[in-house]
Each structure stands twice: as C-alpha cells, then as structure tokens.
C-alpha cells in the first residue's frame, strides 16, 4: 500500500550542486505533480505530467528539470542549486481525466522532501 | 488568474469547540472546489469536495459548502478534537490539470 513515495526525505546542498528528487507511484495514475511549499506561500505548481512522455511548465518552473520516462516515475531536478530553492518538495499524482469527472482534484500526496541549499 | 484566499491562521481552540476556516476563491468558469488537510511531517490528504453550487462536502465530521454567490466555500465542525490539530488549505481546479491552493491556516486544538 505504498501510494506516492518521495526520496531522499532530507538533504541538504550547496549553492551550485545538482540533485534529482525521486518519485515513484503505484497506483497507475496518469497525472503526475511536483509542488514546493514554503511557509505562508501555499504550495506551487512547478511542473506537472498528464502521461509517459509528456511534461508541462507549472507556476514556478526556473531552476528545474522533470522527465517522465513511464507512468511510475517523475523525478524532478534541480541545476545549480540556489538558496531560493529552499523549500519542501511535494510529488503527487492523480487519475486526471481517465478517472473521470468524479475525480478532479484528488491528488495523492507523497511525505515532501525537505531541501535546505547553504 | 485563479486565485484562493484563505484566513490567515494560527486559530487556536479548546476541544469541544465549533470550527469555521474562511476561504473565498476567484476563477474563471465553473470551479470544483477542495480542503485538503495536512498533518505534522506528512504530506497532504484530501478531506472533501464540492464541484457545483450549492454541493456540500462532508468528511470526519468536517463540512463546506459551495457558494457561488459570494464565492465561498468555508470549513466547518460543530466539535474539535485534538487530533484535528493540522494545517488546513482550500484548493480549486477548473480543469484536471492544475490545483491552486489557499496558503494554508494552521489549526491548533488544546485539550
């Protein structure tokens, strides 16, 4: 009963490293998301997935890379890391249209991945 | 663009006590409208929805509902319970690809 399942849980880089966040659902949604939420700001949209071999640009895009090679996995990259991109990453997925109207908006949230950049 | 508005928090209870998170919400179109709910080191959990006018959502004794005429859909329980200490974020999606949601109002229920 795994659901969405984030890695690492916590890292911390410094300015200019690059690292990838891992996601891996299994749960045969079609939709996948990353969001970063930062204190008083909400969550932001950065990039998103309707299917395998299809990415979109979010609110928030600069300073990441997505790929979505198969359903299961959307890794989301960071370049050059910057103190701005402190923050915690949430991935998250969802039926998007093959589950019909009776499921928009419900996303499943994987526990956020915590990335501290000094 | 679309946009959600939510009461600033922290709002802090006593168990027992009636509950109302305010949210009101701009779109274009005809939104479905959502609170999510977040507890300590997790991630988030959709609690309800509505996706018409006039619909209530309803979940674990929380309930809203959907007001198109003053674009509302504020968060409601007639009872708190410790447990239900959490940060709370009002979200809509006029489609299925994107959700925007509220910044979140942190709640804090005291025994």
């Known amino acids: 009963n795994a659901g969405v399942t984030q890695t690492p849980k916590f890292r911390i880089l410094k300015i200019g490293q690059s690292m990838t966040l891992q996601c891996t659902q299994d749960?045969?949604?079609?939709?996948m998301y990353w969001y970063r939420q930062d204190p008083g700001m909400g969550l932001k949209l950065i990039y998103y997935?309707?299917?395998?071999?299809?990415?979109d640009k979010g609110e928030v895009p600069n300073g990441y890379n997505v790929s979505r090679s198969t359903t299961e996995d959307f890794p989301l990259r960071l370049e050059l890391a910057a103190p701005s991109q402190t923050s915690v990453y949430f991935c998250a997925s969802s039926y998007g249209t093959s589950g019909g109207w009776s499921s928009v908006g419900e996303l499943f949230f994987g526990e956020g991945s915590r990335l501290t950049v000094l | 663009g679309d946009s959600v508005t939510q009461m600033e928090g922290p709002v802090t209870l006593s168990e027992e006590a009636f509950l109302t998170i305010n949210c009101t919400y701009t779109?274009?179109?005809?939104?479905?409208l959502f609170w999510y709910v977040q507890y300590p080191g997790e991630g988030l959990q959709l609690l309800l929805k509505a996706t018409k006018a006039d619909d209530k959502g309803s979940n674990k004794g929380f309930e809203a509902t959907y007001r198109k005429e003053t674009t509302s859909f504020h968060l409601e329980k007639g009872s708190v319970q410790v447990s239900d200490s959490a940060v709370y974020f009002c979200?809509?999606?006029?489609?299925?690809?994107?959700?925007?949601f509220g910044t979140g109002t942190r709640l804090l229920v005291s025994p």
């Open positions: 749960m045969n949604h079609n939709y």
């Open positions: 979200a809509l999606t006029t489609g299925f690809q994107k959700l925007v």
């Open positions: 779109a274009t179109g005809y939104p479905s």
């Open positions: 997935s309707v299917g395998a071999g299809i990415t």
